[in-house]
């Protein structure tokens, strides 16, 4: 069965960092693109960052740039997004995806960033 178990919100302060994990199992996670998404209340969901299956690529929406980093340790499964300098605007719930291929449609339960002071 394909998972993807999202883990490492929370609430912070802005300015402060959060670094987010996404375990992934019953795919050949090594031959996929990750990426993470997050959605805010009364928003669609929105693509944050991408990597491609060897991580030697990374793409990043503008609004994050220069802020949050992508990675991903194929030994593991695990796609990571470290994200500093937090603002309340990050607030969301965040999820990963593999994008292309059969799992596309697979996701997990999300994990909570809320940005408050």
């Known amino acids: 069965q394909v998972r993807l178990v999202e883990s490492g919100g929370g609430l912070v302060q802005p300015g402060e960092s959060l670094r987010l994990s996404c375990a992934a199992s019953?795919?050949?996670?090594?031959?996929?693109?990750m990426s993470w998404y997050r959605q805010a209340p009364g928003k669609e969901r929105e693509l944050v960052a991408g990597i491609s299956n060897s991580g030697g690529t990374t793409n990043y929406a503008e609004s994050v740039k220069g802020r949050f980093t992508i990675s991903r340790d194929n030994v593991v499964k695990t796609v990571y997004l470290q994200m500093n300098s937090l603002k309340p605007e990050d607030t969301a719930k965040y999820y990963c995806?593999?994008?292309?291929?059969?799992?596309?449609?697979?996701w997990g339960q999300g994990t909570q960033v809320t940005v408050s002071s």
């Open positions: 019953g795919f050949t996670f090594r031959l996929y693109d």
């Open positions: 995806n593999a994008p292309r291929g059969p799992y596309r449609n697979v």
